[in-house]
């Protein structure tokens, strides 16, 4: 059998653990909550969009992208320029490799 400190410190030592289990778990529920919302959002917003009638739904479609295109012209933009990401990050590794694992291009 353990001493009986040991085993009081091991008790106090258990409830201690227990304690921060409880605390992290309430700060993660409340990041999960956070993090949801949109999610949420989203699901509502579809129900929403489920309880509209069919024709409703077939004449929103167009005027919403229409109202998309004139409010977020920069929206091609954006799109345009992501378009190079891929080929600006194997340019860039391609780069790296040949240089080494320095982020200086000069070689000697």
Not at 17 to 39: G, H, N
Not at 82 to 107: D, E, K, Q
Request: charged share 20%.
């Amino acid at each position: 059998m353990h001493p009986r400190e040991e085993v009081t410190a091991l008790t106090w030592r258990k409830a201690a653990l227990r304690a921060r289990i409880a605390d992290r778990r309430a700060v993660s529920a409340v990041a999960a909550q956070r993090v949801l919302q949109p999610v949420q959002r989203i699901d509502q917003g579809y129900r929403l969009w489920l309880k509209l009638p069919a024709v409703a739904r077939a004449a929103a479609v167009p005027m919403v992208l229409g109202v998309a295109q004139a409010v977020l012209p920069r929206l091609r933009t954006i799109t345009r320029l992501l378009r190079w990401v891929p080929l600006a990050t194997t340019a860039w590794r391609a780069l790296r490799s040949r240089a080494g694992t320095s982020t200086s291009f000069t070689t000697s």
